[in-house]
């Protein structure tokens, strides 16, 4: 299986970004919450302010590190949240190579793609350690008497990084734009890669419920219950919440919705780039196509030296010495996992099941998810991780195992025997990303929920650019944060505003659409809105993107779930 990484994008967006500047920390901006007193700061729009690094549950140490976060206790003193808290631990990785095609791909002139260049280097991560269960809260309407202010609609962002990397404070995501069309912005960290996910059968037999891994989907749960009793002092509703997040951040929506755990804690979805339905690990026996989250958990220890280790041995060995012996392999299994008490059905199963937390879904992809990670790992299918360039018939019998329909038709949409990077570009992202965002959403259309779809073609506006609308790409325009450095045009500018207004009317109440907006239908198995710029095209509702593309690429998805429902029933 591959491993997405659009943390790096956002590692280039800090070089890039300007961070909001902030003033001293400002007497108004003292909100009193049921857990105690917090003081923010003001960003550099006067009435906006930012509260970091807010703890929302105990640090995940000692005897908690692998085990469901604890929430804090309530404080009297003022707390000071004038800075971000730590990044969760994750790999020290820079992939030179990734970063030259970002950058190059926007085809920039060389003495600007030299100066952004120098700028990535020359950058310095934020900190990292274990303790980094913290939220940021961006608000306008913490002033006045509780009487006088209307709660406003509440977004709660989830970062991507393929639940391996990644932080929200990033400065992507911490930007005004949404706050200023009416929400309350909250970013959140949540534990990633071996702390995250990891499934060990030492630490499901500490486990008061028997089960281990997918503590990152715990951690989430918690920073929502947090909201829940929080946001209040923060002039948020607590009953009008969308969760939204981009690749693993949209993984996340989906995993959310499939989780008993989460039930009643959102009332609304947002998901860009992904859903995580093709994710099938299990925790004691494989899953199809993914290793169980115990063999993993025991590479892991047979990696640190140990043979038959205890919960509390495991919990005493210093992080960056686990950390240290991760590989992308065992990454493989750090996702969510079936385990019967977080996830009684995986994330596939859950929605073709009817067993998943209803409510609106907004979703879509980009129009060129794999041209910055098709050099790195030049396979187009997840599912047949050694496809190499061939003939037509080479090529057809490879992949009839899982595609034993359309395994000759998808060699002839995708032109993979003529030109094996282009289409295998095509397809990796039209099968990681498509096809698992229609699957889920259909499902929730099949089961009385409402759905809207988007496809994303914005192109950066040079006429030299290579890297068309690339994985992640979107995000700026929904957090207003693109920097002007590496290219944004006047119709940019229009994009931006048309999908924040789309956005944020989501959050309102459930429908993109509103006053002098194009019409963005619901899906009914044939509606998409296009979003585009520098193109030539208008954003607008098309019909039937891709239909026939993503319908042969989805008979793997629907085969293995078939397969899967097949062994859990045994």
């Not at 495991?314 to 008490?341: C, W």
């Not at 259309?445 to 890297?467: C, D």
């Not at 609308?469 to 048309?498: Q, R």
């Not at 098309?542 to 859990?568: M, P, S, T, V």
Request: a negative charge; glycine letters at 10%.
């Amino acid at each position: 299986m591959r491993l997405i990484k659009p943390f790096f994008l956002t590692v280039l967006a800090v070089a890039l970004s300007c961070c909001q500047t902030v003033s001293s920390v400002d007497p108004g901006a003292l909100v009193v919450t049921p857990m105690g007193p917090i003081q923010g700061v003001l960003t550099q729009d006067d009435d906006i302010y930012n509260f970091k690094g807010i703890p929302y549950a105990v640090p995940p140490l000692g005897h908690l590190r692998w085990a469901p976060p604890k929430e804090t206790d309530n404080w009297s003193e003022t707390k000071l949240a004038n800075n971000y808290g730590n990044r969760c631990m994750q790999p020290d990785d820079t992939e030179d190579g990734y970063f030259d095609r970002l950058i190059e791909g926007h085809g920039l002139n060389k003495f600007l793609t030299y100066l952004i260049k120098k700028g990535v280097a020359s950058q310095k991560p934020s900190p990292m350690s274990e303790d980094c269960l913290y939220l940021n809260i961006r608000t306008d309407n913490i002033n006045g008497s509780k009487k006088e202010r209307k709660l406003k609609p509440v977004m709660v962002w989830i970062h991507g990084g393929g639940h391996q990397f990644g932080s929200g404070d990033l400065s992507y995501y911490q930007n005004n734009a949404l706050v200023k069309q009416g929400v309350i912005l909250v970013t959140i960290n949540y534990r990633l890669g071996v702390m995250g996910y990891m499934a060990h059968p030492a630490l499901s037999k500490s486990d008061s419920n028997g089960v281990s891994g997918n503590y990152g989907t715990l951690d989430q749960i918690a920073a929502l219950k947090w909201v829940q009793k929080n946001i209040t002092a923060f002039g948020g509703d607590p009953n009008n919440v969308t969760i939204f997040g981009e690749s693993a951040g949209a993984w996340s929506v989906t995993e959310l919705m499939a989780t008993p755990l989460a039930k009643g804690l959102f009332h609304k979805a947002i998901g860009q780039s992904g859903a995580s339905s093709y994710h099938m690990g299990q925790m004691a026996e494989e899953g199809v196509g993914w290793p169980s989250g115990y063999k993993t958990g025991l590479e892991v220890t047979k990696a640190l030296g140990l043979e038959d280790p205890t919960a509390e041995e495991l919990r005493n060995i210093p992080a960056h010495i686990i950390q240290n012996v991760i590989t992308e392999k065992m990454s493989e299994g750090f996702h969510h996992i079936r385990d019967g008490y977080v996830y009684p059905e995986n994330v596939g199963l859950a929605f073709s099941k009817n067993k998943y937390n209803k409510v609106p879904m907004l979703f879509g992809y980009n129009a060129d998810e794999g041209t910055l990670f098709f050099p790195d790992d030049e396979q187009p299918t997840v599912w047949l991780p050694d496809l190499s360039p061939g003939s037509k018939e080479e090529l057809t019998m490879r992949l009839k195992e899982f595609f034993p329909t359309n395994h000759e038709k998808l060699v002839d949409l995708y032109s993979l025997d003529k030109d094996f990077t282009r289409g295998g570009t095509q397809w990796m992202g039209d099968e990681i990303f498509g096809v698992n965002i229609r699957y889920v959403t259909r499902q929730n259309e099949i089961h009385g929920g409402k759905s809207y779809l988007y496809h994303f073609s914005r192109v950066p506006p040079s006429n030299k650019q290579t890297i068309g609308a690339f994985h992640a790409a979107e995000i700026p325009f929904v957090f207003g944060s693109y920097d002007k450095t590496i290219g944004y045009s006047k119709e940019d500018i229009k994009l931006a505003e048309l999908m924040q207004n789309y956005w944020v009317n989501f959050a309102k109440n459930g429908n993109p659409n509103g006053y002098n907006l194009p019409e963005w239908p619901l899906h009914k198995n044939k509606n998409w809105m296009k979003f585009t710029a520098n193109t030539g095209e208008d954003s607008k509702e098309i019909k039937y993107l891709r239909e026939e593309k993503l319908d042969a690429l989805e008979e793997g998805l629907l085969l293995l779930l078939e397969e899967l429902e097949e062994i859990q029933s045994q």
